[in-house]
């Protein structure tokens, strides 16, 4: 009986291996027609492509279909919302090249949409996602591509809690996208609750009901479709806190995209994990040293490996990257400095990044007509954020400044643990592997008619990573490409 069985196991192995061999070979087979008719493909569709089956995203990938430098993988600058300025300013290393490729022609982004169809439809930024821009106006924006789409009429919110029609948020709007998985794109519109009102004569809501709610349902616009629609997400987990405790003022609340996966911070002590691949989300409580710090300023943004909080407060930086083993959220502290030496002392007395000076050029508004044209030096250098090594001329090139100990977090460089820094109208990029401390350039806005230059602020900070697959796909055409991936 033993040897049978024996001869069996022996058989059987035989005959997976056989079946395996030619499931190998009919693969390769299979691999070297389908990686023919994939070349054909536009990007955009090659990235559709890679999410019908493994087969598939490996024929792309091994193949080196997709091409990386038509990616969102490099910083070309940021888009900065200052106060009282009707458009984002762009600020960028220079460049004095256009390339032509042989799917795209690239031509020099300076920041300006003047391409859009109307002045109105070209406003402030407020949010970017992979070379994506999400403009106050609603529209989506690719500045590299010059494709667009319009996202309005937005729909009405929808409740939150069953009868609590007391309950007052306010939204905020988050771009969705990553090329490599999906050539389309979604917004999703996040509630943020505001304090009560404190007229007790007044219908008062259940401060001790839980936040956020479950499900929490969210206005969800998708490319896809070209349309709105109400998307529950169940919560996993605990809430945050009773709504009285998290209620909070309008704030700026950054977001990060990241593998499917996109992070809110919200209110003041707490960040939001939505996944979009199941529809749920969890409540993730912000460090507890950045919690403790107060006129500090915090940032929530991607970075080489994964979701990163940073906290400036004076001269004091602390960086933490979200670890999440078996799905247990932690904040692990990776870096820690004082940046008061470095800030006071410059390596270079002007950076070689250009401030583009948008308003001046196209808002009638904030200037009077017949203003003289801006020139703007641009110098033959690349500033290469893939390398470690830090531009300076000499050692002995530096300078002292007043430091006023008031800096600004602009946000990480993805792909690369580069954090950037504004601090007495200037821009600096501090590379958290080497500790080495780069000034980039003045990035402060001309003056505007009748209003101090020290009166603006940045408001909003976007690292902007170009992203050169074509214009959007047609919803009727990814209908018939959904209908024949149909098993």
Known sequence: M?????????????????????????????????????????????????????????????????????????????????????????????????????????????GKLDFLPSEGEWQMALDHCDGLLLLESGCVVNPATKAWMDLTPYPPPPPLIEEQEEVKTYPEEHLVFDPTLSPH???????????????????????????????????????????????????????????????????????????GTLYVRCQSNFVMRLSLLDNKYRIIHRPVDAEAREFSSRYLGKSKQGVYFASLSKDRLLVWLLDEPCGDMKWVLMHQTDLGPSLATSHKLDGHWILHHINYECSTWLFPKGRKPLTLARENFEWNSDDDDIVNDAAEDTVKRRYDEYALILGFRPYKEILFIES????????????????????????????????????????????????????????????????
């Open 2 to 110: 033993a040897s049978e069985r024996a001869g069996s196991k022996r058989a059987a192995k035989g005959t997976e291996g056989t079946t395996a061999a030619a499931a190998a070979a009919a693969l390769q087979l299979h691999g070297g027609v389908l990686g023919e008719v994939l070349r054909r493909l536009a990007p955009r569709w090659l990235a559709a492509c890679r999410c019908v089956c493994k087969a598939w995203r490996d024929a792309i990938d091994g193949g080196g279909l997709l091409r990386a430098d038509l990616l969102p993988l490099s910083l070309a600058g940021f888009f900065l919302n200052f106060s009282c300025h009707d458009y984002s300013e762009y600020f960028s290393r220079p460049t004095t090249t256009t390339t032509t490729t042989t799917t795209c022609h690239r031509h020099l982004i300076t």
């Open 185 to 259: 794109f979604e917004v999703l519109i996040i509630p943020h609750l505001l304090p009560f009102d404190k007229d007790r004569s007044k219908k008062q809501p259940p401060q001790n009901s839980a936040w956020p709610p479950s499900p929490l349902v969210l206005n969800v616009f998708s490319s896809r479709t070209r349309e709105w629609e109400e998307r529950p997400f169940v919560r996993e987990g605990e809430a945050a806190g009773a709504m009285a405790d998290v209620a909070s003022v309008r704030g700026t609340h950054y977001a990060a995209y990241w593998r």
């Open 424 to 487: 007495m109208d200037r821009g600096y990029a501090y590379h958290l592997s080497s500790s080495k401390f780069e000034e980039l350039g003045k990035l402060h806005p001309v003056s505007l008619h009748g209003l101090p230059n020290e009166h603006l602020d940045v408001e909003l900070s976007f690292p902007y990573t170009p992203c050169w697959i074509e214009e959007f796909p047609q919803p009727e055409l990814d209908c018939k490409l959904n209908s024949i991936w149909k098993p």
